[in-house]
């Protein structure tokens, strides 16, 4: 699931993927929208009014920064604080890679 980082009490995700499952109730809070990063598939909770009002579209390749939570029901959550569009930005999905690489090297590896 991409980047996360652990506090005490809650999990922050910063992920990428692409959008396999939209609604067209884009501003509705029960539609969720789905991720799949490369790892599996993520449900996409949109905590923000604004967020909802912008339209979605199945194959948009996406950043997301929110509160993960994963448990015995599937698909894991994140709850959404930002969420950005890189779909016209097509060396973003490479670039993400190495930005994982990176950070896995920086915090993992000794």
């Given at each position: ?32 929208l789905l ?33 993960y939570s ?25 670039m993400w ?14």
């Amino acid at each position: 699931m991409g980047i996360k980082i652990t506090a005490q009490f809650e999990s922050i995700s910063v992920s990428q993927g692409v959008l396999v499952s939209v609604t067209d109730k884009n501003n509705d809070i029960e539609a969720p929208l789905l991720l799949d990063d490369g790892t599996g598939i993520v449900k996409l909770i949109l905590s923000a009014a604004d967020f909802r009002l912008r339209t979605w579209k199945t194959g948009m390749y996406v950043m997301v920064i929110g509160g993960y939570s994963a448990g015995e029901v599937e698909p894991p959550v994140i709850k959404v604080h930002k969420i950005v569009d890189f779909s016209a930005i097509p060396d973003q999905e490479a670039m993400w890679y190495l930005e994982v690489m990176e950070a896995y090297k920086l915090f993992y590896d000794p």
